[in-house]
């Protein structure tokens, strides 16, 4: 089948490579693409939330499946758009209905979705600037840290933790009163502070049934020790060893199963990937058995939901994923999951973000970077990157022009590269995309060098005592 995938990060890459791996792919279009993609298919030039660009494509491309990288198509009705469409709607589409993406797009909505259906999540109230007043009662009525969140999309910056109480008050009126996200926080949610551990766990779902894809911790922070700005993401880790089996089945049981049938009993149409990022609250002890293992001393709560895989952990879930993806994702479009099962890869997948220098603030972009053809021991997956147009000193373009093939791979974002491999633990895995990133370079590259140390500790055999 002919294929169209929306969207441009690292994320899209690592899909990108497994479709062109199935026998069920014929053509892969990649919209709009970057470096890395156009080696596995072909990169158009249009935006992914660019809904009449994207009905021409599939016209005039034959498409017979899109899949939905990011969350802003979805949040903007990308389904929804397919099916009102006579010559679109029988096209599967692989992502939620705009009413389920909510789940993402509105933090409101989707506290109310787990208050209704019993999904354990941090207490909350939700305000606007109608209700600025009750917000300050309710912050005094909290101990520190606060938890401001911005109800919609913010790009990623729209969750502020606070230790000081006039400091939340300052930031929520901010958020109400002069619309520091715009509209995203024109409800602001006020939560209670989780403590404990965060994983990432994804389910793929055709709306009757799902089946879990492999679980991943990622590392959000730009500094070492996970301290300093947020980023989209700075490495991940696949499987996390603290989640052991007893764990997961409560996952199951507490979160996933009281998911999928809230969505399906509120007739939310939902036929895509549902990332939940969760707290392991009360730190596991590392003494108790980690993979696989019996761990009862730690629940799962709700962080946040996401309509869509995650970035960078599709890096490290989608490469341990042994089955064909193509298939999996028609048996999405057709509700026959149930027959479905998903083989994983048992090693260690860690994976390790380059940024441009700078990066989450003011970064510069057109960089050439270098020694990519090295690489042989590790998955590199471009996200920010384009090819440099010779005649145009330094300007980035994704798609590739056959005169453009050979130029220099240049930055074009934030988030450059991302190098992810396997090995028979977190340690093994982890050095061999360090001894892979020594063969990259490019002008002012960064890197965190302590992806995965934090988890080593429950990696450790049982040692009773
Ligand atoms: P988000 O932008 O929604 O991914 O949230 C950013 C980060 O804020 C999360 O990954 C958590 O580390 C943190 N966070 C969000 N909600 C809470 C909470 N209720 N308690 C503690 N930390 C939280
Ligand atoms: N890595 C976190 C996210 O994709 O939202």
Do not use: W
Request: with cysteine.
């Amino acid at each position: 089948m002919n294929i169209l995938l929306l969207g441009s990060g690292g994320r899209e890459h690592a899909f990108a490579l497994k479709f062109s791996q199935s026998k069920n792919c014929s053509k892969l279009y990649i919209a709009p693409g970057n470096a890395g993609t156009a080696n596995c298919g072909t990169n158009l030039n249009f935006s992914a939330t660019d809904f009449e660009a994207i009905k021409k494509c599939c016209i005039e491309h034959k498409i017979e499946m899109v899949v939905v990288g990011p969350e802003d198509p979805l949040v903007k009705g990308i389904y929804d758009f397919f099916l009102s469409d006579e010559s679109l709607k029988h096209i599967p589409v692989i992502g939620p209905s705009k009413a389920g993406a909510q789940l993402e797009g509105s933090k409101d909505f989707a506290k109310a979705f787990m208050q209704r259906h019993n999904i354990p999540t941090a207490a909350y109230q939700t305000f606007t600037k109608e209700t600025l007043a009750d917000a300050y009662r309710f912050l005094e009525s909290l101990k520190p840290p606060y938890v401001l969140k911005a109800d919609g999309l913010a790009a990623g910056k729209g969750v502020v933790i606070s230790s000081s109480l006039e400091e939340a008050k300052k930031e929520i009126t901010e958020m109400l009163t002069h619309e520091k996200f715009g509209s995203a926080s024109a409800k602001v949610v006020i939560e209670e502070f989780l403590t404990g551990i965060e994983l990432s766990v994804f389910i793929l779902t055709d709306g009757k049934s799902y089946v879990f894809l492999p679980e991943a911790k990622d590392y959000k922070r730009i500094g070492e020790g996970d301290k300093g700005l947020n980023t989209g993401g700075m490495g991940a880790v696949s499987p996390v060893p603290f989640a052991g089996k007893e764990f997961m089945r409560k996952v199951e049981e507490k979160i996933v199963k009281p998911t999928v049938d809230g969505l399906r009993k509120e007739n939310i149409p939902y036929k895509g990937f549902i990332f939940i990022g969760l707290m392991a609250a009360s730190p596991p002890n590392p003494l108790s058995e980690g993979r696989g293992g019996v761990n009862p001393y730690h629940d799962p709560f709700v962080i946040e939901y996401n309509c869509r895989m995650g970035d960078p952990e599709t890096e490290v879930v989608l490469p341990r994923i042994k089955n064909d993806l193509v298939e999996l994702l028609q048996a999405v479009g057709e509700e026959t999951l149930s027959g479905q099962k998903i083989e994983v890869d048992e090693r260690t997948a860690v994976t390790v973000m380059m940024v441009s220098g700078g990066y989450p603030e003011a970064y510069e972009k057109g960089k050439v970077i270098s020694g990519l053809e090295h690489v042989k021991e590790s998955l590199v997956f471009h996200a920010g990157t384009g090819r440099e147009v010779k005649s145009q000193k330094l300007k980035v373009k994704s798609e590739q022009p056959e005169d453009i093939h050979n130029s220099n791979i240049v930055t074009s974002g934030g988030r450059v590269l991302t190098v992810t491999s396997f090995g028979k633990n977190i340690s093994e895995a982890a050095s061999s995309s360090y001894q892979s990133i020594s063969k990259i370079s490019f002008e002012k590259m960064y890197y965190r060098k302590d992806i995965g140390k934090d988890l080593l500790e429950y990696e450790k055999p049982v040692t009773a005592g």
